[in-house]
């Protein structure tokens, strides 16, 4: 279901060379809508890993994470109970 098309997505970013950045795009909204309204860690983990990926990249590939209003929710993700989600949360910011 949810967790396994989140977890190939986090892969297909972090693989190598970096995707383009239009085709990284589109997955921005459903990102940020997933890492505003899930609460399964898996879901929340992969979603983090997913932006830090994209985030470890030229300045445009960081502005489209800025530009995607989600840095407040990743801030906020740094408090989370789960030590999984700190790590990407942190390398996103």
Do not use: C
């Amino acid at each position: 279901g949810l967790r396994n098309a989140m977890w190939t997505v986090s892969n297909f970013f972090r693989g190598a060379p970096k995707p383009n950045l239009e085709d990284l795009r589109p997955a921005l909204p459903p990102l940020t809508r997933h890492l505003r309204e899930s609460t399964d860690v898996e879901i929340l983990t992969d979603a983090l890993w997913s932006l830090s990926y994209i985030s470890d990249g030229p300045n445009d590939y960081i502005q489209a994470v800025i530009d995607a209003e989600v840095v407040p929710r990743v801030v906020q993700l740094l408090r989370h109970e789960s030590a999984g989600v700190h790590t990407p949360a942190l390398r996103t910011v």
